[in-house]
């Protein structure tokens, strides 16, 4: 393992670990998603300087993408930081990475007419299953939890962030292979990163006007750190598809195994989460998904 694919799974874990926090820093989620993005696209304007000066004339053209990219950034981040207030981490891991590979597969079937394997079919059978027994509920406390929730608005909960994170994958993908050039592949990224942050603004003057809630300082710092674990992610990704020499495949796969490894012990040592047998069960099968999904 390389350290730039060690770094991308410590700050993507790192990612589930903050806004799983919001709610013991008392911060106003929505704000500091907002405010996490905006860092975000500033670190990667600067970070790429020069080439995004040279090419600020083909903003118009990205906008196209990145219109609705960075809606469905930030709806799913959002619907993210939900999932790991009433599930966990290692939950909010498991239905991501599963929700972002099937997606991915599927549309590549459907948009690119890919040919599926076997090894393929039963990954995704695979990774099906462990979304259910990774998210059984086993300790009283998840029990009271899905109660005061309903189990219909959980199930909704849990369906939208596993449909949005292949969605968010799947839309990357069609992104690159139709929009994105050479010249514009650092401005794109600026651009999704600032409208997201935009999306935010606008639903948070709505709910200004509606509600008069302010911007909080917690939300705000909350937002820095988190933008910046955010650019910083995307970062060490990049780095590791650059240097490994390896297949992006079996790169992507070691970085979801080892996020989901990781998010289950931060989970286990940082929020006392609990597992019964089912969800280790879950957590295996999601593992084994992974890595047959990559091959």
Known sequence: MTLDIFFSIVTITGLFIII???TDWKVVAVQSLIVNYIVASLFAFVADYQLNITNINKVGYCLQGAVPMGFLFILSFYVASLVAHYHGITITSVVGKMGSLIITVV????????QLSLYVIIGVILAMASVLLANHKATEDEIIITKKKGPVKEFLLLAFYFTGSGAVDSSIKFMQAKLITPETKSLYIVMVFLMA???GVLYM???YFKTRKGI???????????GSVNYFSLVFVVRALASTGAKSAVVFSTINIGVLLLSTLSGAVLFKERFSSINYIGIGLALIAIWLLSL
Do not use: N, P, T
């Open 20 to 22: 799983k926090k919001f």
């Open 107 to 114: 549309g590549g079937v459907l948009l690119y007419s890919e």
């Open 197 to 199: 942050g935009l999306w």
């Open 205 to 207: 003057m709505y709910d």
């Open 216 to 226: 909080s300082m917690r939300s705000i710092l909350a937002g820095i750190l988190l």
